[in-house]
């Protein structure tokens, strides 16, 4: 059994990912912005903890996952104001792994998006271009923050019922086809965090035609 603390407790991906760590045995904690949502987070199988990571500190943020033996990201400002979505993708999220450090954790799984790298990044005057400038800097945190890391970088997020099945991708396919629904994002997460193969990787993927417990022991 892990202590697993989930950032982003609400999210479409936490929502599945929750009870998949609770049904293996992992007791799972779950933090989210909105208290009107906590009946629907405690439904997972989660501790359900209200917590607004935004405006915490690194050391609100250290007690709260003290005690736990891995951190998963999967918090978002939801795009839209480029403020807030540098105060959450970036700088919360690097706060967060301060405060994992901090607390002896040494494993971070962050959730993150397929081609997150400076080179692909858009124009800065694209929509787009805030939360990728983000993310890509809180995976660069995170690649030299000697913490146990890995990066799941996922394609374009559905909401089909999940297949157990993916592809690992070196780089973002030219066929374009990168859908990969949530609730295998959630499996996946899942997987890394049971698996050390995982450990200091980056994994870019969309479903395809290998078994999840395959696929990330690479």
């Known amino acids: 059994m892990s202590k ?28 989210f912005r909105n208290p009107d949502h906590e009946a629907e987070v405690a439904a997972t199988g989660a501790q359900a903890v209200v917590g607004d990571v935004e405006t915490m500190s690194t050391e609100a943020l250290t007690e709260l996952v003290r005690d736990h033996d891995a951190v998963v990201w999967s918090a978002g400002a939801g795009g839209g104001d480029p403020e807030r979505t540098y105060a959450v993708d970036r700088d919360a999220a690097v706060r967060s792994m301060e405060a994992a450090k901090a607390a002896g954790i040494r494993r971070y799984v962050m959730v993150s998006f397929l081609g997150a790298a400076k080179e692909n990044l858009p124009p800065e005057d694209d929509s787009f271009f805030a939360y990728a400038d983000a993310k890509v800097a809180a995976d660069e945190h995170l690649r030299t923050s000697g913490l ?48 050390d193969a995982t450990a200091n990787r980056t994994i870019a993927f969309r479903n395809g035609g290998t078994p999840i417990d395959e696929a990330v022991r690479g």
Do not use: F
Request: charged share 20%.
């Open 4 to 31: 697993v603390l989930i950032i982003g407790g609400h999210g479409k991906v936490a929502m599945r990912l929750a009870p998949h760590l609770v049904e293996r045995g992992d007791e799972v904690t779950s933090v």
């Open 148 to 195: 146990t890391y890995t990066i799941l970088q996922p394609g374009m997020l559905t909401l089909e019922e999940p297949t157990g099945q993916v592809d690992v991708l070196d780089d973002v396919p030219d066929d374009g086809n990168t859908s990969v629904s949530r609730g295998d994002v959630a499996l996946m997460t899942a997987a890394v965090l049971a698996e």
